[in-house]
T-cell receptor, first 113, second 115 residues
Framework: AQSVSQHNHHVILSEAASLELGCNYS??????LFWYVQYPGQHLQLLLK??????LVKGIKGFEAEFIKSKFSFNLRKPSVQWSDTAEYFCAVNGYNTDKLIFGTGTRLQVFP | EAGVTQFPSHSVIEKGQTVTLRCDPISGHDNLYWYRRVMGKEIKFLLH????????ESGMPNNRFLAERTGGTYSTLKVQPAELEDSGVYFC?????????????FGPGTRLTVL
């Protein structure tokens, strides 16, 4: 079955700490991978995406993610978080020629000053 | 440029009643999607329109849900009759471009509570 697992449901960090959020997927065939973020009171917005090429992708606000095909993973990283990174983060996947996004359950990140 | 808008932002209804949710996509976006998030769970795909045609409705939970997109512009999602398990946040998204690689822009969601 197609699925996305986000193992960290709630992460609490202090400012300047490093962040890594795990994402593993189960999907047959070629995939596209996404991280979306929902800041408090705002819409879901795209943080970064991987379609092909360099498996290390950089997104907005200093975030990056690495696609490791052998591990079916697409972990999100940021070397130094800020209070403004407090949000819920969603990993998602779709197939090569389909728009249907399959989301993980989300990770709520709280950053304290 | 205006983003995806949804109406209403919140709806509280009783079991057995009917509710209609509306989504206005970004102008010019042919693709329109509906997703739902039940509390504490993942965001789940419901269906995908390309213009006025249903491209994929594999996520629609049952025949109490009816989605339309007349004229290929805005879309409505009707739940009739509503059940307790229909409570959740309903998101709409839109995009343009090739399947799979286009960015989906999400609306703010409609929070539906069925009592």
């Amino acid at each position: 079955a197609q699925s996305v697992s986000q193992h960290n449901h709630h992460v609490i960090l202090s400012e300047a700490a490093s962040l890594e959020l795990g994402c593993n997927y189960s999907y047959g065939g070629t995939v596209n991978l996404f991280w979306y973020v929902q800041y408090p009171g705002q819409h879901l917005q795209l943080l970064l995406k991987y379609f092909s090429g360099d498996p290390l992708v950089k997104g907005i606000k200093g975030f990056e993610a690495e696609f490791i095909k052998s591990k079916f993973s697409f972990n999100l990283r940021k070397p130094s978080v800020q209070w403004s990174d407090t949000a819920e983060y969603f990993c998602a996947v779709n197939g090569y020629n389909t728009d249907k996004l399959i989301f993980g359950t989300g990770t709520r990140l709280q950053v304290f000053p | 440029e205006a983003g995806v808008t949804q109406f209403p932002s919140h709806s509280v209804i009783e079991k057995g009643q009917t509710v209609t949710l509306r989504c206005d996509p970004i102008s010019g976006h042919d693709n329109l999607y509906w997703y739902r998030r039940v509390m504490g769970k993942e965001i789940k795909f419901l269906l995908h329109f390309v213009k006025e045609s249903k491209q994929d409705e594999s996520g629609m939970p049952n025949n109490r849900f009816l989605a339309e997109r007349t004229g290929g512009t805005y879309s409505t999602l009707k739940v009739q009759p509503a059940e307790l398990e229909d409570s959740g946040v309903y998101f709409c998204a839109s995009s343009q471009g090739l399947a799979g690689v286009n960015e989906q822009f999400f609306g703010p969601g409609t929070r539906l509570t069925v009592l």
